[in-house]
């Protein structure tokens, strides 16, 4: 099997870099033409790594892709999962080369949607490839990639719900997370939730001459800045009512456990060129950024920001504030929690007006799963160390959808690294990952099939 890799090894590299080339964007109308080529160029590959089927399905929005390698309906059927679109690439000036035109340096792939997703779904394939070549596939495969992933996967949701009987299977598996460091293997068994808003606070009728107003007037940037500074308190706890209620507090030991995976402050500051971390008292770093939630403004603007000072009270301002997520808060119930608090707390000289955009629900895995287990074999045995489980920080809103719609675990098998810079400029994915990954896969298929088999 290894030689088999071995032998494809430029190949399997060349074609992820013609994947990379095509930019595939959801966000922006711009490429839906280069969305349509990137599902072809994902059709084809999975016809040709030799699946019985592979379709294009049109939907709403991006088209979803889906294949199928069904060998022996006694088998298990293990479903794969990733997202063929990406992040924009902006702010392109940043990049060190364009962000479509892969190059590899110091053993990594730089391109945009090297690491996430098209790099890790990539492996699946080549792994599929792989199997099927050296006739090793010891379960039944089902592979759907999707276009949408980065835009909240609203559509997808109604495809798998439409298409229940077609992704039957016992399990998911999902490389579109991260290990801790290629020496220390992990397995992410859980995910964020998320929840998006989009906020307008408007003064008067019309921006207004500062010097004639000012002082009199509502200032609707001065406003919001208030607004969103008073959403958490001197302890970096969130104060919207209801926030916490449903929040699943960790026992003593689960928390030990957590903080127990390696973790270097000193480095993770000097990593980032920051002198201290921010964040909720009394939780560790770690914790903050997995198991608590969070509130954070992506984005502000209003008013004059053109060259030189204009003196002048903006009529209106905005932001865009997203909320991370963690069991067993519900998407839909804290953007109704936000809107209300958000709406009581705006001062009667401005209007405010709360648009929700995506969300997702959180989720979570146990370790003790056939799936989690042949998981944990596969990594032991290709890193050479037990991988340890972490709760990941990141969202993947379609994961606890198919634990409501097809009643199964997804199992988060990712292969990223910090590093690796998603959604930032100059994002990349080490040949290291890549390879390793096409290695561990069919080691996940062995040992899933072993288990199953052995529990029968
Ligand atoms: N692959 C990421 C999620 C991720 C990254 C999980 C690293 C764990 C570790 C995914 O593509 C992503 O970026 N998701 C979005 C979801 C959103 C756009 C609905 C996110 O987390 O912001
Ligand atoms: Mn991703
Ligand atoms: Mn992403």
Redesign the pocket.
């Known amino acids: 099997m290894n030689k088999y890799i071995e032998d494809n090894r430029g190949r399997f590299l060349d074609e992820l870099l013609d994947l990379l080339r095509i930019p595939s964007v959801s966000a922006d109308s711009k490429f839906k033409g280069d969305m349509l080529k990137a599902a072809e160029y994902v059709r084809d590959s999975i016809s040709k790594a030799g699946a019985d089927t592979a379709e294009i399905y049109e939907t709403a929005g991006h088209p979803v892709v889906y294949g199928e390698k069904i060998i022996d309906p006694d088998l298990p059927t293990v479903l794969i999962y990733g997202?063929y679109d990406v992040q924009p690439a902006d702010p392109y000036e940043l990049w060190n080369s364009p962000p479509f035109e892969p190059v590899i340096k110091n053993e990594r792939i730089y391109a945009r949607g090297s690491c996430?997703?098209k790099g890790q779904f990539y492996m699946h394939i080549k792994a599929l490839e792989t199997m099927l070549a050296t006739d090793s596939l010891a379960c039944n495969v089902k592979i759907m990639i999707e276009g949408e992933?980065?835009?909240?996967?609203s559509n997808l949701g109604t495809f798998v719900s439409e298409n229940k009987e077609m992704l039957k299977c016992d399990t998911i598996l999902i490389s579109?997370?991260?290990i801790i460091a290629n020496d220390v293997p992990s397995i992410?068994t859980g995910?964020r939730g998320?929840t998006y808003v989009e906020v307008e606070v408007v003064g008067a009728n019309r921006d207004l001459h500062s010097g004639v107003y000012g002082g009199g007037v509502a200032n609707p940037i001065n406003v919001l800045c208030e607004m969103i500074a008073s959403l958490k308190d001197e302890n970096g706890h969130i104060t919207i009512p209801g926030f916490y209620n449903n929040v699943e507090e960790l026992t003593t030991k689960q928390r030990d456990a957590l903080n127990a995976a390696p973790f270097d402050l000193e480095e993770y500051k000097k990593d980032l060129h920051i002198n201290d971390v921010l964040g909720e008292k009394g939780y560790t770093t770690i914790e903050r950024t997995s198991v608590r939630p969070t509130l954070d403004v992506n984005g502000i603007w209003g008013g004059y920001i053109g060259e030189g000072a204009k003196t002048v009270l903006p009529s209106k301002a905005n932001a865009k504030i997203s909320m991370r997520l963690v069991p067993n808060q519900n998407d839909d119930a804290i953007c109704a929690l936000f809107s209300k608090h958000f709406e009581s707390i705006a001062p009667a000289s401005v209007k405010v007006k709360v648009t929700p955009h995506?969300g997702?629900l959180p989720y979570v895995t146990p370790t003790d799963s056939l799936e989690y287990k042949a998981a944990e074999m596969a990594m032991e045995e290709s890193f050479g160390i037990k991988p340890i489980p972490t709760r990941?920080?990141?969202?993947?809103?379609i994961v606890a959808l198919f634990e409501q719609e097809l009643g199964r675990k997804s199992i988060l098998m990712?292969f990223?690294l910090d590093i690796d810079a998603?959604?930032s400029p100059n994002e990349s994915y080490g040949l290291f990952n890549y390879y390793k990954g096409i290695e561990t896969i069919p080691l996940f298929f062995k040992h899933y099939a072993a288990l199953r088999l052995a529990k029968s």
Do not use: A, F, M, R
């Open positions: 997202h996430d997703d992933e980065e835009i909240g996967s579109d997370t991260s992410e995910l998320l995506h997702g990941g920080g990141g969202s993947i809103p990712g990223g998603l959604h």
